[in-house]
């Protein structure tokens, strides 16, 4: 199943284009977006890219969008040391507004329905209590903690892992109407 545009309640998941990797590149270089909980990466448009040019089949960048198209955020997916990962960070003005909690449980149903996979993943900083609610929220479970693993401004940081098995899942929370198809 190939989706262009995955509709949520308050905000859908449109796949970034090539055409649009200039403001890709906005969003991953912009110091409010992640803020203070991932690293100043800081990559020229050329660099993302060659990243794109390179994504396997199991990869897919994501921008988050309100209703009126405003672009807010990203999500994406990909397979790391064999488990189906997750990663995602919105503008700071996006936040506490429930998109992340949305944004996470319609990839988490898209990847469930699309793929014949047990296991979604994800990583956050052990400071990042926001972000942690917001996998709690979309049905993960906190497994443990990586120390030391992520260098972040400077500073080496603990990340936390959670997963969602799928009979976690048991069923579509907004996409159900993937499930149809």
Known sequence: MVVQLLEGKRVNLRIVEEEELGVFAEFLNDPTVGSEYMPIL???????????????????????????????GWISHS???????????L??????????????MMMVDYLFLSRNIRRIQAEVLSVNVASQRVLEKAGFTR???????????????????????????????????????
């Open 91 to 104: 503008a700071q003005t996006a936040r506490n507004r429930g998109y992340g909690t949305e944004a996470v």
């Open 143 to 181: 497994e443990g903690i990586k120390r030391k693993s992520s260098f972040v401004k400077g500073l080496w940081q603990d990340d936390v892992v959670f997963s969602i098995l799928r009979e976690e899942w048991a069923k579509p929370k907004i996409l159900a109407h993937l499930a149809l198809q």
């Open 42 to 72: 800081q990559q020229p448009k050329s660099a993302i890219k060659q990243r794109y040019e390179r994504l396997s089949p199991d990869e897919k960048w994501f921008f988050v969008e309100e209703k009126n198209s405003n672009i807010v």
């Open 79 to 89: 397979v790391i040391g064999g488990h189906m990962t997750i990663e995602y960070a």
